[in-house]
Nanobody, 123 residues
Framework: QLQLVEYGGGSVQDGGSLRLSCTAS?????MGWFRQSPGKEREGVAG??????TTYADSVKGRFTISKDNAKNLYLQMNRLKPEDTAMYYC?????????????????????WGQGTQVTVSS
């Protein structure tokens, strides 16, 4: 059974940077980052598909970068953080098979989730 563990959350000031990491128990071709703040739906932040193509939410384009190595690790480099980026961030993976294009940013694509890591940005 696939398992995911996230690392790297924390507290930073407006304009700061953080790097999130996620390690999977085995290799998967489709992974993504999601976030959820109190009272809001969980939303896609960035995804990476079977061809290593990336997709971003409009709110993070140009500030966040998703990457994945050929092992089992997924990363999210977050620069120029804003208070509205404050949320619990979740790593997600599809346990078997690839995904393509914008499907990597869709919550319904994924069947496995990490426990979440908190990111807090203060003004």
């Amino acid at each position: 059974q696939l398992q995911l563990v996230e690392y790297g959350g924390g507290s930073v000031q407006d304009g700061g940077s953080l790097r999130l990491s996620c390690t999977a128990s085995h290799y998967t071709a489709c992974m993504g980052w999601f976030r959820q703040s109190p009272g809001k739906e969980r939303e896609g932040v960035a995804g990476i598909d079977g061809r290593f193509s990336t997709t971003y939410a409009d709110s993070v384009k140009g500030r966040f970068t998703i990457s994945k190595d050929n092992a089992k690790n997924l990363y999210l480099q977050m620069n120029r953080l804003k208070p509205e980026d404050t949320a619990m961030y979740y790593c997600a993976a599809l346990s078997s098979g690839p995904c393509w294009g914008r499907d990597s940013l869709s919550r319904s694509t994924y069947d496995t989730w990490g426990q979440g890591t908190q990111v807090t940005v203060s003004s």
